[in-house]
């Protein structure tokens, strides 16, 4: 499983790694991680509260065009 930039913010909440050498290396590194910092991102992104408001104002868009479309 990747994760990207819309989860982690590189060096601050966390480090994005490609293989088990760089992973390694970053738990190394996890003290310069400010655990402040990452409840601050959860808090403002992935609550209960705040994926359900976003699911919610996804849900109300009316659907594009091409989703509409049916596979004849």
Not at 18 to 30: H, Q
Not at 31 to 54: K, L, S, V
């Amino acid at each position: 499983m990747r994760f990207g930039p819309q989860i982690i913010v590189e060096g601050e909440t966390g480090f994005m790694v490609e293989d088990i050498d760089p992973a390694v290396e970053a738990v190394g590194k996890i003290e310069q991680i400010n655990r402040a910092r990452c409840r601050g991102e959860f808090e403002q992104r992935f609550t209960d509260r705040h994926m359900a408001e976003d699911y919610i104002r996804i849900y109300q868009q009316p659907p594009s065009r091409s989703s509409t479309q049916v596979a004849a």
